[in-house]
C-alpha cells in the first residue's frame, strides 16, 4: 500500500537525484501525487555521464589540465564509445569523484579494464585522460536543467535530494553539493541508506505493526555493493532505525562483466585493440543482462581495418565459477554486517541483484528462501531521494518519520603533533587543524581528511543538516581551490562544446553547398551559365573542394568564410535554377489569387447582397490592375532574356506582390465588417467600438 502524499499547491517542484556509475537518474513528485521518472532529450530514463574524446594531437595536460582545448573533440551521452575509431573514454564512476592516487584505486582501474590516464592536478584530485571526472557531472546537470525547463517550464525547483553511497565521505559529498549548487541546484545529501529505507517506509507503511521488522538490503551495482539492516516500527508515525552496514567498492556489477569479457577474450589469438575492447566490453554487458533467462551463449564480435572477428561461446557454470573471488567478497559484506541481527526480509536493490547466482549467494547466506523485489531496483535510490526531498518541503504532508542513522565515520581532531576526540571546537586557537573521518573500512582512493584550515579566534567547526562539515572562521571566506579549477575547466570544455556544434552545422552546410553545387554545374550548368560563369564557378569550387578535404581541423570562421565564398560565386547558378522551378507555380499561385478576389466581391455584392462602400472597392480594384500591370510588363522582359541571363520575373517577387494583393483585400473585409456592425449597433441604440480599433480594456 502507498502512502497519499498531500499537496499544497505550489509552482515548486520536488525533485530526488541518484549518482550512478556513469549516468545519473532524476526523479520529481508531479501534481497527481506520483514520482515521476524524468527523462531527457531522446526519451533516456538516464543522464549519462560518459565522455568520448580525442585531440588532433597527442592529448596534453599539466597539473590545471588540458592546455589546448582547440585540439579537443568530443562527444558526450550514451553510447558513444565507437564513435571514434581512435579515442578516450572517460566514465564518473563513483570510485573517482574527488580522489587521490593510490595503489588501492589503481588496482581497480587495472581489474576493470578501465582505459584512464590517472595523474594529480594541481588541487590535489585526479585527473582522467586530463579531465576532471566533476566535470563531467556538471556537463550532466546541464543536461537536467535543459530537461526540467522543457518539460516543466512554469515550475521552478524547491528541494533536490541527492542520493550517495553511505560510504561517501566529506570530500565526495562536499564536491557534490557544491557543484549542484554552482549550477542553481538547491540540493541536500542524503545517504542512500536513508532514502531507500523512506522509501520503503512510505510504499510499505501498512506492513508496520507496533512489533518491529528488520529488514536487509542488499545494493549491488555496477560501482559497489552494500548492505544494511534497517529496523521499522510504527509508533506515532514512523520510526526507523540503522542497525548495520556494511560496503565493497571493488566488487560489483562491472566486475561480473570483465569475468565475461575475459572468457570471450581468452577464444581469440588476435589482436584487441580499443574498438575491439568497447565492443567486448559491450557484449559482455548483454550477456549479464540475459543471464536470468538463458544458461548458454553463443555469438560473433565484429572485426574492422585489419582486425579480423572471431566467434565466440560461453556456458552460466564458467561464469559462475570465474565470479568466485567477486562473490567470496559479497559473502564477506554480507556476513559483516548480519552478525547476530534478527532478519525479517530481505530486499534487494541495483541491476545486479537479479542475477541468479547471486541471489542463491544471498539466500544461503542470509538463510532464506524469499527476496523480495517489490522496489524499482534500478530506480529505488532516485525515487527514494525525492521522497526524502518531500520530508524537506512545506509543499507535501507525510507521515511523521523519525530517521535514526548509523554514524559510519569517526571523527578526530589533530594538530601537528597531537590527536584529540571530536567534540565540535577547537582546544586552542591560532594553529593549524585537521579533522580526520575514520573507520576500518574505506572507499579507494579517497582522503579521510574532512576539512583543515588554519584556526583563528572564534572560528568553530559547524555540522550541516546534511552531514556536510564546514570551517567556519568569522568574517573570511573559506576559499575552495578544487571547486574553482573543476569549474574553470568545465567553462572551457562548455566553450568548446558551442564551438564544436556550430562547426558540425557548418561542416554539414558546407559539404551540402559542394554537392550540391557540382551537382547543378553537371546536370544544368551549360544551360544557366555562361562560359566565363561556369570557369569562374569550377575554380572556385576546386578550391575549396581541396581546401575542405586537405584540411585537419576546422574553425568556425574559416568554414563562414568558405561557405560566404562560394555563395557569391554561385548565387548566379542557384538562383536561376531555382526561379525556373519556382516561377511557373508562382504566376499560377499569382493569377488564382486575383481570380479569388473578383469571385469574393461578385458573391458579396450579388449573392450576399451586402452594400459595398465604393472607396473600398476601388482600392482593391487599383491594387489589382496596378500588380497586373507590373506582371505583364516584366513577363514582356523577362521573355527577350536567356536563360544565362539573370532573370527579370524572379518567382519570390511575384509570391510578393500576391500576398500584398490579399492583404488589401483582407484589410477591405474587415473594414467592411465593422461598418456593418457599427450600422446594427446605431439602429438599435447602442453603440461600441470595435475590438480593433479599442486601445485600453475595461474589465
Known sequence: MKVILFFVFSQSMIFGFDIGTNQIRVSYVNNNQQIVILKDKSGERDFFTVLSIKSNENLKCDNDGIRNFDNLIFSFGKDIEEQFSAQNIIQHWTNFFAKSY???????????????????????????????PEVLYMMALDNINESIINILENYKIDHVGISVPKFYPQLE??????????????ASIVDNTKAISIYFALENFALFRSKPINVAFVDIGASNSQFFIVRFEKRNGIFIKEKSYSFDDSAAGRDI??????????????????KIENKLISEARKIKHQIPIRNEFKGYIEGHGNISGFSYSLNVSTIIKLSEPILSKIIQIIRKASGENQIDRVQLIGGSCRLPFIQEVIKKELKTKNLFTSMNMEEANTIGASYYSATLSNEIKLPRIEYESIEYYHLVLRTHHEQFPFTGSFPWYNDF???????????????????????????????????????????????????????????????RHKELMEIDVLFSQLEQLLVDTRFLLK???????????????NEVLRSIEFWFHMQKQ??????????????????????????????????????????EIYESLFNMSFKSKRKLYRSGIRTVLKSISAAQLWFNERMVLHKATKMTDDPLLVYYRVNEISSNLKRVFQDYVVSLNDREQSQTNYNSGHYFYSKGNVNIEID
Open 523 to 537: 546536370e544544368t550548368g551549360s544551360n544557366l551559365l555562361k562560359p566565363i560563369e561556369i570557369e569562374n564557378v
Open 554 to 595: 576546422y574553425h568556425p570562421h574559416s568554414l563562414q568564410n568558405s561557405i560566404a565564398v562560394l555563395k557569391s560565386h554561385t548565387h548566379c547558378l542557384f538562383g536561376r535554377y531555382q526561379n525556373n522551378q519556382m516561377l511557373e507555380l508562382s504566376i499560377q499561385q499569382f493569377h488564382q489569387d486575383i481570380e
Open 433 to 495: 587543524f585537521w579533522v580526520f573521518q575514520t573507520n576500518n573500512s574505506f572507499p579507494s582512493g579517497s582522503s579521510p581528511i574532512a576539512v583543515w584550515g588554519y584556526a583563528e579566534n572564534q572560528s568553530k567547526i559547524r555540522i550541516t543538516n546534511d552531514g556536510i562539515i564546514k570551517l567556519v572562521i568569522p568574517g573570511k571566506k573559506i576559499l575552495k581551490p578544487w571547486k574553482s579549477s573543476i569549474i574553470t575547466q568545465y567553462t572551457k570544455m562548455k566553450q
Open 257 to 274: 562483466d570483465i569475468v565475461i569479457r575475459n572468457i570471450i577474450a581468452n577464444q581469440t589469438d588476435k589482436f584487441i585493440d580499443l
Open 102 to 132: 593510490t595503489n588501492d584505486l589503481m588496482d581497480i582501474i587495472k581489474d576493470r579494464n578501465l582505459d584512464y590516464h590517472i595523474q594529480m592536478s594541481s588541487s590535489e584530485r585526479i585527473f582522467m585522460n586530463c579531465i576532471y
Open 173 to 186: 559529498r562536499e564536491t557534490i553539493k557544491g557543484l549542484s549548487k554552482a549550477k542553481g541546484f538547491r
